[in-house]
């Protein structure tokens, strides 16, 4: 089995920065592919960025230039870094992993972001 944990969310004005991570255990061969979507309210969950083994990323149009994707395949973590953070960034920000596509079948229990205005 693989599990995913998110940690860094929280609660930032309007222009600030939180950065989220997201560790990867257990069957680590299971997924090469890694991303972060986010549900807010009433709204379907949708994805935000995601990154491949080999670095290759790509961001939702409503974050790029403000979200950046990494990972560090030695500690099995995937981290989102966003800053000028907007009030329409709050929701429940989740990890997914998978093989090739997302979303994959492997999902964290979810961290949450508040940015107040």
């Known amino acids: 089995q693989l599990q995913l944990v998110e940690s860094g969310g929280g609660l930032v004005q309007a222009g600030g920065s939180l950065r989220l991570s997201c560790a990867a255990s257990?069957?680590?061969?299971?997924?090469?592919?890694m991303g972060w979507y986010r549900q807010a309210p009433g709204k379907q969950r949708e994805l935000v960025a995601l990154?491949?083994?080999?670095?290759?990323?790509n961001y939702a149009d409503s974050v790029k230039g403000r979200f950046t994707i990494s990972r560090d395949n030695a500690k099995n973590t995937v981290y989102l870094q966003m800053t000028s953070l907007k009030p329409e960034d709050t929701a429940v920000y989740f990890c997914?992993?998978?093989?090739?596509?997302?979303?994959?079948?492997?999902w964290g229990q979810g961290t949450q972001v508040t940015v107040s205005s």
């Open positions: 997914n992993g998978g093989i090739g596509v997302l979303p994959g079948p492997y």
């Open positions: 257990g069957k680590i061969f299971s997924i090469n592919t």
């Open positions: 990154i491949t083994i080999s670095g290759s990323t």
